[in-house]
C-alpha cells in the first residue's frame, strides 16, 4: 500500500485499482482497506479507479492523538489530494457520517454516496460516556472488553452473535483495531445529529438503503434524504444484511458518474 501524510503528520495507507474517475470508499466500523477490495475492483470493472484506505488506527495507517472527526476528516482530504485531488466518496456505515462530515468541511467531493449512514438524530443514542469508558479498556490492555462493548452498546448486536464473533476466527483481526473502536464511537456520538453544514451541502448526495438491515438503519436512509435537499434515496435489494454488493453499489455510482 500506498501512503500519504495527514494534516497532523499521521501516515494513511491507501491502494487503487482500475484507471478513470476516481471513486473513494470510506469503510464503516471494525473493518479495514482490504474488506474493501472486492467493491474497489467492482468499481475498477465499472470503469473507475477504485481507491481504499485504513482509517487511523487501523492496519497499515497510524494514529495521532487527541482524535476528533476533523483529523479523520483531514485524512480522507489527504488520501483524496493523493489520487486526483477531487474525487466521489462512498461512505459505508459509519464511513458515511465521515464522508457526509467530511464534505461539509470543504474536502473536495464532486459526488456523494452514503451506503445505510447510522444517524440516530439524537434519538436512542448509547450512553454519552462510552467512547471514555471503551478507551480506558484499551489502555487497561483489555482490549476484548473494549471490542465487544463496543458492539453490544455502540452497535447494538444482540449478545449471542457478539458472543459468536468473539469465539470466531475473525475476532484476533478485531482486537488489532481496538483503538478504533473509541474513534467510531465518538464519531457517532459527536454527530448523532448532522450539523447545518452538513444538511445543506451543494454536492450531488445518494443514500443507498440495502435489505434486511438494521431498523435503525431503515429509518435514519430516508430521514437523511428528506433533510438534505435534492438528496436521492436508492433502494438497493442485493445489498443485504448491512453489507454492501460491490456489483450492485458499482451499478448505482456508475449510472450516476458515466
Not at 482490504?34 to 497510524?62: E, H, I, K, N, Y
Not at 469465539?167 to 448532522?194: C, E, K
Not at 444484511?241 to 449510472?255: K, L, M, N, Q, S
Amino acid at each position: 500500500m500506498a501512503h500519504v501524510t495527514s494534516e497532523d503528520g499521521t501516515p494513511i495507507a491507501y491502494d487503487t485499482i482500475g484507471a478513470g474517475p476516481v471513486v473513494v470508499v470510506v469503510n464503516g466500523a471494525m473493518s479495514k482497506a482490504s474488506d474493501a477490495a472486492p467493491l474497489a475492483q467492482a468499481l475498477a470493472d465499472a470503469g473507475f479507479t477504485g481507491v481504499v484506505f485504513d482509517r487511523r488506527a487501523r492496519g497499515d495507517s497510524g494514529d495521532t492523538r487527541p482524535y476528533s472527526p476533523d483529523r479523520e476528516a483531514e485524512d480522507l482530504a489527504a488520501v483524496i489530494s493523493a489520487t486526483g485531488g477531487a474525487a466521489a466518496v462512498l461512505g459505508h456505515s459509519s464511513g458515511a457520517i465521515l464522508a457526509l462530515f467530511a464534505a461539509s468541511r470543504g474536502v473536495p467531493i464532486d459526488h456523494l454516496f452514503l451506503s445505510e449512514p447510522p444517524f440516530r438524530f439524537g434519538e436512542d443514542d448509547p450512553a454519552n460516556d462510552l467512547p471514555d469508558r471503551l478507551q480506558q479498556m484499551v489502555d487497561d490492555g483489555r482490549r476484548a472488553d473494549a471490542v465487544t462493548t463496543f458492539q453490544l452498546e455502540g452497535v447494538g448486536l444482540p449478545p449471542a452473535i457478539v458472543e459468536q464473533i468473539r469465539d470466531s476466527p475473525m475476532f484476533d483481526g478485531l482486537l488489532a483495531i481496538a483503538q478504533s473502536v473509541v474513534y467510531d464511537a465518538t464519531l457517532a456520538r459527536d454527530l448523532s445529529q448532522p450539523t447545518p453544514q452538513m444538511l445543506t451541502i451543494t454536492m450531488p448526495v445518494t443514500i443507498l438503503l440495502g435489505s434486511d438491515t438494521f431498523p435503525l438503519l431503515e429509518a435514519a436512509a430516508p430521514r437523511l434524504a428528506e433533510a438534505i435537499t435534492a438528496a436521492e434515496l436508492v433502494r438497493v435489494p442485493e445489498s443485504a444484511g448491512h453489507r454492501p454488493d460491490p456489483a450492485a453499489t458499482a451499478r448505482v455510482i456508475a449510472e450516476r458518474k458515466n
